[in-house]
């Protein structure tokens, strides 16, 4: 399994650093899309850090939203999906690969979307860099949970637009969990309690996506 | 077993009309202090709603969901119930929340609260109106079939979190009334007998409009299916 | 290279053990799956979730709350409850007999009374007042419920209210 979900992460971000879609596509699209949340805030809300987590959580999921899409349409290119069913590879794997890939790809982006976060909506430094564990646990429990949904909309039509409608619920506990840690981590308060809780939401997704996977890969 | 089903929608008329009767003219109304006068009458549809919704209507999706994953039960029979109850309990879903913010109103003071039992119920009405999309997606019927169980099972996890809210953390809304921990049963004489008639007739009420829609989703599929002979026996005297 | 002979093998293989591989590690992932809903609750780290803090909670960290928004949990004392035209005036006691004064603005609910266990909305002026201004008071019904005319409802013990 472990042998298999690495190969398979290999192959994603292989795949990744030679189409360059994360670094001409998502980066741009996200630091856009925290401009536009400053924007809209307006010039004296836009400059205080209190919105900054919430803002920051919101552009990752919209980013996300975008590599579930992008994970799962790799897979759907026309024969691939027949091809690697040939191969006979463990679905646990499969989707541990997928979601380590995609939590490096989120880790990335994430971390070019925070420093926009701390030139743009001005959020103390040291505070930031105390809220990284837990933004990395934060996001690494979206890939886990986004592999899932990816899997179960995708080569169906219209996945783009019915993914958001399946993974927005289940994303809305973790964009608490990670706003609350980020603020915690800025302002004060119980930030360890946060990222435990987010630990223990990428451990269950994992668990859960280990059980099901394979019955959503055979459809 | 016709007999059984002959008698279903009238027993569900019969008990639903017993319901409204006893609620609104047989049963005293409460002490201001437990209960709140007559706002203690909205207690014979808000909980069996809720009943309903979350576990006799969610609960058979999910059962049926897992049967039909499991290869030795696997069906479209299945297939159609856990989808059809899935509908239903969309719309007992609605009108759990519906009911609670009319009886919440007067009675906490606000039509809504983001307490740990409303957010969870509301996050669940969400997930099921995600599994009607993802029913609605075109595909193969098989493999659309194996994606709703797996998510019908997957947002069935809610459930004890909904359940058990009232007893993990402080919340607004109260605890349960009847199947509470201590054992004691809050309410007595005509309010309880009415509460539980409640309950039987909304769970009447569940079975009656399953199976109006599972009929009604037989005969769906059945003219999607003869259709499709027809256009494909007009292609074929076309070409001969 | 498929020989004669080997066609003629027409033997049962022995299939490789994956059913029971992966049967184990569904058990042993349902097992993690309670292991961490059990974790979580006994610990106590979902504890924010809480929709209010009692005042018995909230006069334990009141320095820490400064004047930031809560809600605060107590019942209303009896004899406390003074209508103004704002609002209304109440103390709510906590389980161990702490008080809190509640300066309420806005209209309470219907149901709001003495002994009544309310929900407020608000906040301490600073880490040292203690009066709590609220701009919102909701009741937080139990769940029992009495019948107004006892004579008609006996509870089975015999006792009636």
Known sequence: MIRTALLVARKDLLIEARSRVLLWQVLPFGLLSLLLCGLALGPAQAGKSSAAPGLFYLVMLFVTLLMINRSQGVEHAAGTR???????????????????????????????????????????????????????????????????YGALTAGIDGPATLLPVLTLPAFAPLLVAGERSFSSALHGGALWEWWVIMLVALVGYLAIGVLLYGVLEDS | MKLLQRALGPATLVTLLGTFIMGMWVTPKATMLDGGGDLVRMLYVHPAVAWVALYVSFGTTTVASALYLWRRTRSVVMDRIAYCAMEVSALFIFLTLVTGSIWGRPAWGVWWAWDARL????????????????????????????????????????????????????????????????????VHGSMLWTLL??????????????????????????????RRDVAVAARQREGA | MVDDKSIDDLSPVTPPAVANRS???????????????????????????NYFET???????KASLGSSTIRLEGVVAPGTIKRTNQGAQFYITGSKHHRVFVNAVGTPPELFQANIPVVV????????????????IMVKHSASYIAAHPSRVRAPNGTTR
């Open chain 3, 121 to 136: 909305v608000g906040h301490f002026a600073n880490a040292a007042a203690m009066t709590f201004q609220s701009n919102q």
């Open chain 1, 82 to 148: 027949e091809s690697v069913a040939v191969l006979g590879l463990d679905p646990a794997g499969v989707f541990l690969g997928k979601t380590l890939a995609l939590t490096v790809e989120l880790w990335l982006t994430g971390a070019v979307i925070v420093g926009g976060a701390v030139l743009t909506l001005h959020t103390a430094f040291a505070g930031t860099v105390a809220a990284l564990p837990s933004i990395a646990v934060a996001l690494g429990a979206m890939a886990a949970a986004g592999t899932m």
């Open chain 3, 55 to 61: 005042v018995d909670q909230a006069l334990a960290h």
């Open chain 2, 119 to 186: 957010t969870s119920t509301a996050i669940l009405g969400v997930f099921v109106l995600g599994y009607l999309a993802l029913r609605r997606a075109n595909g193969d019927p098989e493999a659309r079939a194996r994606r709703s169980a797996v998510f019908g099972i997957l947002i069935a996890l809610d459930i004890p979190i909904i359940h058990f809210a009232v007893v993990w953390w402080k919340t607004l809304h109260q605890s349960a009334t009847v199947l509470n921990s201590t054992g004691n049963v809050l």
């Open chain 3, 23 to 49: 049967r184990r590690r569904s058990i042993g992932v349902i097992v993690v799956l309670i292991a961490i809903v059990g974790v979580l609750l006994s610990q106590g780290l979902l504890h924010s979730l």
């Open chain 2, 197 to 226: 008639l409640s309950f039987v007739a909304f769970t009447l009420l569940f079975v009656w409009l399953l199976r109006f829609r599972y009929r009604l989703e037989v005969m769906r599929e059945t003219s999607q299916q003869s």
